[in-house]
C-alpha cells in the first residue's frame, strides 16, 4: 500500500435544492454533505459508515461522477475528477467504476449477462470481438461464474451471483479505484462472505483501491484498512480500523458500536431524548450531534468542532469538543 494519497478530498460540498422560486422566495437548501476531507491511498479499502441519510452514498455517487459537488474539489493522482468527468465521461469512467447495493436492479433486464458486460468493453476498452471473447472468459473466472452463464438473463440468477456479476462489469472496464455501495447489505450472510471472499481476492490480484460503503459495522471491520465515520453530512472520526474500533473518539462512534447486536451481550439501552437526524431543511448549530451527546456542553452550539488527532495517534481524527478517553 503506497503512502502517497491516491484520491484527495478536499472540503467536498453537495446542497440539494436551494436558490429562489420564480417569485423571488427563497428555497430552503439540503446540505447532503458537508465540508468532508479525507485522502484515500492506493491499494487500500476506505470503510464509510453512518446512518441512513448522513451522506454516505451521496458522497460516493461525486466521487464516481454521477453528481457534482456545490463546493470542493476531488482529485485522482493529482487530477481533478469534476474537470474531467465534464471533458471525457469515459476516460473517468475507466478509472473509476461503481458496484450498486441493488444487484439485480442494477443490471438490464432485457440484456444478456455478455451483452452486460460486452458494453465497457467495447465502449471503454475498445475491444474487438476476440479479445472481447477472452477478456468475458477471464471476468466470469474471477467471480467464480461458469462460461455458460453469459447467455442467461439477469432474473435467472440468485442475488449473490447478480452481485458477482455487477462486480465482473466494474472490473471489465480495469479501474483502479472502486467505490461500493452497500454492496452485500441485500444478500444473506453465507453469501456475503463469499462476495466479500471474491472482493478481497480481486484486490491483491488487480491491485485496486476501494471505497466501501455500509452500515454494517462487521462488514466494515472485516473488510477495511480504514474507516470514515458520518453523521449529518459531516466526517465526525476516520482513522485505522482497530484504533476507531476499539477506542473510539467521537460520542456518536461510540453510540453506533454499542449498538451492534452481539452474542451474549445485552442489547444497548435507549437514547435519552431525541434519536432522530436533525431536521435538514434547519440544521442545528454548531455540532449538529449535540442533542444526543451525552458529553455535550455549551461551547458544542457554537460551531463545528475541528478534526483533532488522539494523542499518539496523529492519524486518528474526531471533530468533537469533548472527545472519548481524553478525561
Known amino acids: 500500500m503506497s503512502g502517497a494519497a491516491f484520491l484527495d478530498i478536499d472540503r467536498l460540498e453537495r446542497v440539494f435544492g436551494g436558490g429562489r422560486t420564480l417569485f423571488g422566495r427563497a428555497r430552503p437548501g439540503v446540505h447532503a454533505v458537508r465540508e468532508v476531507t479525507l485522502d484515500l491511498r492506493r491499494g487500500e479499502t476506505l470503510g464509510i459508515v453512518g446512518e441512513s441519510g448522513c451522506g454516505k452514498s451521496t458522497l460516493a455517487r461525486m466521487i464516481v461522477g454521477l453528481d457534482r459537488p456545490t463546493a470542493g474539489r476531488i482529485t485522482l493522482d493529482g487530477r481533478d475528477l469534476v474537470a474531467e468527468a465534464r471533458r471525457d465521461p469515459r476516460a473517468l469512467a475507466r478509472r473509476i467504476q461503481y458496484v450498486f ?10 440484456r444478456t449477462i455478455r451483452a452486460i458486460l460486452e458494453a465497457p468493453l467495447r465502449h471503454l476498452r475498445g475491444l474487438d470481438g476476440a479479445a472481447r471473447g477472452r477478456r468475458l472468459a477471464d471476468l466470469m473466472e474471477a467471480v467464480n461464474l461458469a462460461p455458460e452463464h453469459l447467455d442467461r ?3 435467472e440468477f440468485s442475488g449473490g451471483q447478480a452481485q458477482r456479476i455487477g462486480i465482473a462489469r466494474a472490473l471489465a472496464a480495469e479501474p483502479d479505484l472502486i467505490v461500493l455501495d452497500e454492496p452485500v ?21 488487480f491491485g485496486l483501491t476501494y ?3 455500509s452500515h454494517d459495522l462487521a462488514v466494515i471491520e472485516s473488510v ?9 453530512g459531516h466526517l465526525v472520526e476516520i482513522g485505522r480500523v482497530a484504533d476507531v474500533f476499539a477506542r473510539p473518539r467521537h460520542p456518536y462512534t461510540r453510540l453506533l458500536l454499542a449498538s451492534v447486536p452481539a452474542p451474549g451481550r445485552a442489547v444497548a439501552p435507549p437514547e435519552e431524548g431525541e434519536a432522530e437526524l436533525p431536521d435538514p431543511y434547519h440544521p442545528p448549530p454548531g455540532c449538529p450531534f449535540h442533542a444526543r451527546c451525552p458529553r455535550r456542553s455549551d461551547i458544542c452550539l457554537t460551531a463545528f ?4 488527532s488522539a494523542p499518539g495517534r496523529a492519524d486518528h481524527l474526531s471533530a468533537c469538543y469533548h472527545p472519548e478517553g481524553d478525561d
Open 185 to 205: 447489505s441485500a444478500l444473506d450472510v453465507s453469501v456475503q462472505a463469499q462476495v466479500l471472499n471474491i472482493l478481497d481476492g480481486l484486490r491483491e490480484r
Open 153 to 155: 438473463y439477469p432474473h
Open 305 to 308: 468542532p475541528p478534526r483533532d
Open 101 to 110: 447495493q441493488d444487484p439485480v436492479a442494477s443490471l438490464n433486464p432485457r
Open 211 to 213: 471505497v466501501f460503503i
Open 224 to 232: 477495511s484498512d480504514r474507516v470514515a465515520v458520518m453523521y449529518f
